[in-house]
């Protein structure tokens, strides 16, 4: 970060990263819209230049989305900035053999392709366990499975003796093009996992979470775990939940938790395999604890007066989770300071007084932060990006998100329907993550305060 031209050009990469990254909270992560954006990327490198931040900030999201649909898929742009834009490894400096400057990288970024045009062939491999015995007859003929009309370069190959199995896709050698063949491989490839597992169901076959390709340049694609699943806050609202539970009579509230779970769990173990039918499988988890009550009330529903819908609780909610996120950060910045093992990290002093208190009104807090944080060497300004974001969202910008949230959660029935009913889900793998990180979410907020109310 310390070679970046100024502070908005820092502020547009955190901000960058975290719109594509893994654990972003669902109100700042990349929803993937689609936005009517008359600015070009190039608006943006020039905001940076003449170091115009609030300008480069709203800029961001366009640009992920100019990315996102010109090529290549939210994963690779995320490793793409972290390591090209930033130049880590030194590799564009003034005295490296090609120096580009960090606005010609951007722009390079910008015109894609070009970073490298590499057409030769390689292939993408999602292995398939166990191999077969010679005897085991694939339903199939060797070597294409054809799903629907759109998946011609799916196959299914056995080799002589064991029959290994993988689902193979082709790319071009570039990352692009082989991180997008991974997409649609996990997409369509699930498909005809599902079909061999009906047609061989005395085999047990599995997938594993990451896939391979044959190319040098990018050799593994790992996967990535159900977003928001794995966090630390998750774990400790369905554990103290849980143990709660094994002390008392189950009301039929409690029933109704246990089995959301069991649906969590169920998409879960589903997700490295499908983005979008793992997503789609959400919808009951929240059905079971909400009826059809999740952004509105439907017609006739049975729900007590007074219940409050998800959507509600997650709009009023959202300060202060977000403030508790940006508690968490602060805390493992300043817990880095204390692990010997990262003595290169050095948190800010500022940092050590202020940590959140229990009782500790999250707004009141958000300003001592920021006050504390003006002026300091290691000032971080994606902090103050959002704090001020939080210390300014009035009824009026919630109002807003909710609209949006709507939307998004109509969506996500749209998904369950069109999974129940006809049997696919054809979410988009960046929209399936969003609406998954935001189901989540809905869901943590209604087992954590039945947790509470116990
Ligand atoms: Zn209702």
New binding site residues.
């Given amino acids: 970060m310390a070679r970046l031209p100024n502070d908005t050009a820092r502020i547009v990469i955190q901000r960058w990263l975290e719109l594509t990254g893994a654990e972003t909270h669902p109100e700042w992560l990349w929803k993937g819209l689609r936005f009517q954006s008359h600015e070009s990327p190039l608006t943006l490198i020039g905001a940076i230049s003449n170091n115009q931040r609030e300008k480069a900030v709203a800029l961001v999201e366009p640009a992920v989305t100019h990315i996102m649909e010109s090529m290549g898929t939210r994963t690779w742009q995320h490793a793409l900035v972290s390591s090209f834009l930033l130049d880590a490894q030194d590799r564009f400096g003034p005295n490296s053999a090609t120096p580009l400057s960090f606005l010609e990288r951007m722009q390079r970024l910008f015109n894609g392709p070009q970073i490298s045009l590499d057409p030769e062939s390689v292939y993408v491999d999602w292995p398939v366990e166990p191999a077969l015995a010679k005897s085991v007859r694939l339903p199939v003929e060797n070597p294409a499975v054809r799903i629907g009309n759109e998946s011609p370069t799916i196959s299914v190959y056995g080799s002589s003796g064991e029959r290994k199995l993988k689902l193979r896709t082709k790319a071009t050698n570039e990352p692009s093009s082989i991180s997008l063949a991974a997409t649609t491989l996990r997409a369509q490839g699930s498909a005809v996992l599902d079909l061999l597992r009906v047609a061989l169901p005395d085999q047990n076959l599995i997938v594993s979470n990451s896939m391979s390709s044959t190319s040098a340049r990018l050799p593994h694609l790992k996967g990535e775990a159900m977003p928001r699943l794995e966090r630390y806050r998750t774990r400790m609202i369905v554990r103290h939940y849980l143990m709660e539970l094994s002390n008392r009579d189950l009301s039929d509230e409690d029933i109704r938790a246990v089995s959301a779970m069991r649906w969590i769990s169920m998409a879960n173990a589903r997700w490295h395999e499908s983005h979008s039918v793992a997503t789609a499988m959400l919808w009951p988890a929240l059905e079971i604890l909400h009826?059809k009550?999740v952004w509105k009330?439907?017609r006739r529903?049975s729900?007590a007066p007074g219940?409050v819908l998800p959507i509600d609780a997650y709009i009023s909610s959202l300060r202060d989770n977000l403030t508790r996120e940006i508690n968490s950060y602060l805390r493992s910045l300043w817990a880095k300071k204390n692990d010997r093992q990262v003595g290169r990290v050095v948190p800010p002093q500022w940092l050590r007084p202020t940590l959140l208190a229990i009782d500790e009104d999250p707004i009141e807090w958000l300003r001592k932060v920021a006050k504390a944080a003006r002026g300091s060497v290691s000032e971080d300004p994606l902090l103050h990006y959002r704090i001020y974001e939080l210390t300014t969202l009035g009824d009026r910008k919630l109002n807003d998100i909710r609209k949006r949230c709507e939307l998004d959660i109509s969506e996500l029935y749209q998904a369950r329907n069109s999974l129940f009913h006809e049997g696919v889900s054809d979410l988009r793998e960046e929209r399936a993550r969003y609406l998954a990180a935001l189901a989540v979410e809905l869901l943590l907020l209604t087992l954590e305060s039945r947790a509470q109310l116990s």
């Fill in positions: 009826s009550c009330h439907v529903c729900c219940t």
